[in-house]
T-cell receptor
Framework: SQKIEQNSEALNIQEGKTATLTCNYT??????LQWYRQDPGRGPVFLLL?????KEKRKERLKVTFDTTLKQSLFHITASQPADSATYLC???????????FGTGTRLKVLA | KAGVTQTPRYLIKTRGQQVTLSCSPI?????VSWYQQTPGQGLQFLFE???????NKGNFPGRFSGRQFSNSRSEMNVSTLELGDSALYLC?????????????FGPGTRLTVT
């Protein structure tokens, strides 16, 4: 079956450490993959987009990798801060069906 | 630049009724997409409109419909409401294709069906 899986459990890390979130997909062929942040009661906010021919993308303290062979994207937040606490979602558009799908999301909590 | 706006923000309806939600995209954005978010199912894609045409559709029953106007504003309609339709409905606008452009989300409409 087709699905996108993210760390199902909440992720707690200490302030200053690097948080690593995973996004694994099966039976999709995305040309692009996106990451969003969502705070409680609010709509998601776009963070990064990575193309299938890009191995890595960076933006300030954020880094995304995309491995089409492993069908996996990793999302890193370096020097994490309590303000980074939120739910992080990955999303992709399947190039075969043009369906747009969000992952289940990972709740990140950065402890001071 | 003003963000995506959605009205109303909160809505309470009873089973069997119908509801219309509205979304005003960011100026210049021609793509508007709609999503349903529930604790159990997460964020699920409903449909996308681009220049008044439905370009993509998720796996929802025909009770869920939408349209887009020439000014890119969009409405979503749900007929014969069921208890399971209680959710946060989000719309998002973007310059172009869903996967290739970043989407800007509105604050959502919280629909409660009793």
């Amino acid at each position: 079956s087709q699905k996108i899986e993210q760390n199902s459990e909440a992720l707690n890390i200490q302030e200053g450490k690097t948080a690593t979130l995973t996004c694994n997909y099966t039976n999709y062929s995305p040309a692009y993959l996106q990451w969003y942040r969502q705070d409680p009661g609010r709509g998601p906010v776009f963070l990064l987009l990575i193309r299938e021919n890009e191995k890595e993308k960076r933006k300030e303290r954020l880094k995304v990798t995309f491995d089409t062979t492993l069908k996996q994207s990793l999302f890193h937040i370096t020097a994490s801060q309590p303000a980074d606490s939120a739910t992080y979602l990955c999303a992709l558009e399947d190039s075969g069906t043009y369906k747009y799908i969000f992952g289940t999301g990972t709740r990140l909590k950065v402890l001071a | 630049k003003a963000g995506v706006t959605q009205t109303p923000r909160y809505l309470i309806k009873t089973r069997g009724q119908q509801v219309t939600l509205s979304c005003s995209p960011i100026s210049g954005h021609r793509s508007v997409s709609w999503y349903q978010q529930t604790p159990g199912q997460g964020l699920q894609f409903l449909f996308e409109y681009f220049s008044e045409t439905q370009r993509n559709k998720g796996n929802f029953p025909g009770r869920f419909s939408g349209r887009q106007f020439s000014n890119s504003r969009s409405e979503m309609n749900v007929s014969t409401l069921e208890l399971g339709d209680s959710a946060l409905y989000l719309c998002a606008s973007s310059l172009g294709g869903l996967g290739t452009y970043e989407q800007y989300f509105g604050p959502g409409t919280r629909l409660t069906v009793t």
